[in-house]
Structures are given as C-alpha cells and as structure tokens.
C-alpha cells in the first residue's frame, strides 16, 4: 500500500498587507477528512489557492501526493477536485458546454458517474451559467469535482447555498469517496454539523496562525463539563481544566476528563455529573482562549 501523504505543507507562509499566513507545516494523511476551521478571514482560502496551485506561496515547500508542482503541475491537477467558495463564473455558456469542456482536461472523468449525479440532484444543464440558482451552481461544482474521480478533495464551504436533500445528498457521495474510492478531503467549513457529519481531524487556524490538529472523536471524549458542589482553590491549577463558571452546582469544563476527575478526586472533591460537550463549544474554546483557562463569576 502507497502510503505517500496525500498533502504536505512545510513552512508555508503568505503574506498580505494587513495579513499573514504564517509558517504553516502540517501532513495530510491518505484517506481522511479534515476540516479546516477557523474564524472569517482566518486564511482558510488562501490555504485552498494556495494548494491548488492558484497563488504562490513567500516560503515553504507543497507536496500533493508526493509531487510538487514545479516538476509535476500537470498530474498534481489531475488528481485534485476543488470546489471553491464561489463557484468559478462561467457566464452565458451553459452548463452542458462547460461540462463537456471540463470532460475533455481531465483523464478520468466518469461520464457515467457525472450523468448520474446530475439527473440525482436534479441539476438542469441546458441553462446558461448566470441563470442558475446559487445552490444549482454551488451543486454543479460538486459534480465536477467528483466526476474527475480526485484523489484529494479540496472542498471550500461545499454545503453553502444547498437545500437539505443536497446536502444530505452530498455528503454521501464523500462518504462514499473516502470510504469506497480512497479520497483524502480537506474541508474548510463554518458548519458545525459538516465537521461533525464528515471529518476525522480538526485542523484549527485563527488570524493565520495554525493552532494544532485535534482527532475529532478523541475531543469529543476527551472534553466533557464536569459538576461539582465545592470549587477547588485553584480551579486553574486542576489538571485538564479550561474554563470554570461559578454557581449551583458549579461547572468545570475540561479538556481531559480523566486527569480532571483523578486531580478532584485526589482533592477530596466530589463530582456529582459528567456531561458532554457540543463540538461547537470545544471549538470555540480553543479558537478563543488558545490554551488559556477562563472564568466566570455567579
Ligand atoms: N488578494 C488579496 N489581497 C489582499 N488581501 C487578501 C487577498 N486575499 C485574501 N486577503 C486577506 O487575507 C485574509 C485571509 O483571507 P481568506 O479568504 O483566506 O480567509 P478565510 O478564512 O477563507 O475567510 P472566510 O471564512 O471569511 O471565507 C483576509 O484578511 C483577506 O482580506
């Protein structure tokens, strides 16, 4: 089995006037969903043009399956499906002709597949471009990055603008992408039930700075709310705990359960419910503290 990583980032850095994608180094590995997360203007974007090839980075290295684009521009394209946040305008030409004209740039288009899929989710190709709804182009998008057959799916906001069948819709076929086909998928998205519905990592980026990489399901085990009668002295000094909010009962909220309970315990203090989290909390938390515990009085 080729365990070549499906993107490599070292050093990646951008810059604008009033922005800076700093230093950015992760490993993507084959067959897994990532979402990257981050606030509006985060560089998540940039990330996306900048692995597509669209934008040059100041420094760093990229690798898409183990190719750089100096020596491989061409393969590296082929094997990459991206849709980007606003789909590309292609004006009065009518989807049936940038269909056929996408068909023709990529070896392995599935004619078959991208009939399939536009008769499933109802996308008329006889229209120009400029008179399709958003969703429709947003769904037209999908369709050609899937129907390339990628081995890497670069998707920007890819549930933006559809209705719930299509998103139901399309995050089956990445399902089946990833599961059946291989794919990796980098995913950048606002919406929690996207992450939570398609993603293995949590990549987290906030004012371009990469703040870590996070399994999802180990911080949904890992992060629970904890409550307690009696507050701890030092409630920022127990093992695990990030944020604190006094009452009655009070809440710890931990990022490591298990070394919460065994401090507390240790402390004599009784534990009288463990909850868990919402992934939105969890993110959040860490977007907005990055690693610093908080508090709030009753
Ligand atoms: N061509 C450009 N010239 C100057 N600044 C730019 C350019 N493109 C992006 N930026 C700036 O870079 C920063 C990151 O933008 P980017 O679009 O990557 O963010 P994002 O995380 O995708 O945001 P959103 O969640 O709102 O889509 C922003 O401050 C943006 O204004």
Redo the contacts with the bound molecule.
Sequence with gaps: MNNTPAIQLNDVSKK????T?DSLSITLEKGLAYALI????????????ILNGLLQPHTGSIKIAGLSFQQDDYFIKNKIGYVP?NPIDHGRVRASEVINFISRLYPRWDRKLCRDLLAQCEVKTDKPFNQMSKGMKKKLSLVLALSIRPEILLL??PMDGLDFFSQKFFTEQIHHFLQQEGTSVLM?T?RVEDIRRISDVLLL?NK?RFLGEYEKDQLLDNWKTLWIEQLPANPQKVAGVVKWEEGSPHRLVSKDQHKTVKDLTTSGIHITRTTPLELDEILQTILIQDGNPTHKSA
């Design positions: 604008y006037d009033d922005f994608l981050g606030p509006n203007g985060s560089g998540k974007s940039t990330i996306f043009r946040e920007d906001e950048a606002h980026l371009g």
